[in-house]
């Protein structure tokens, strides 16, 4: 049985529903802006809960049961941050894209302007020349 996103986590004393914020900002195709904060606040107070747990996993003399919760909460927080991550990626290629795109157009206007085509749709370039 893999390991889910955990409905609710305390994080440096503080108890968030990691699964509803987690499937709240997945749901949504880009992070809005007044968000980003928001999820990269999150993104580290999940990377620092994680590191705690593996540092309690890996040094602290525990149960097996108690080292199994642990395991099975680190592997949940992994499953968050792999969400959140994937959503950062996004949208960085997104926004390359959008970005790319007002590139192509800025060129294309300005090589259309160079060659004497100011508006290839309005007849005035090169092609109303021949009519």
Do not use: C
Not at 54 to 62: A, V
């Amino acid at each position: 049985m893999g390991a889910a996103i955990p409905e609710e986590i305390d994080v440096q004393g503080e108890s968030i529903d990691l699964q509803s914020f987690v499937f709240e900002i997945k749901r949504r195709e880009t992070i809005p802006a007044g968000e980003r904060d928001r999820v990269e606040t999150a993104k580290r107070n999940l990377r620092r809960e994680r590191l705690q747990r593996r540092q309690r996993l890996e040094e602290d003399d525990i149960s097996y049961e108690e080292g199994r919760k642990l395991a099975d909460a680190i592997v949940g927080l992994d499953r968050a941050l792999e969400a959140l991550e994937s959503l950062g990626s996004a949208d960085l290629e997104q926004e390359k894209q959008v970005q790319e795109a007002a590139d192509r157009k800025r060129w294309m206007s300005f090589l259309q302007k160079a060659l004497g085509h100011e508006d290839a749709d309005s007849g005035t370039g090169r092609a109303g020349r021949f009519q």
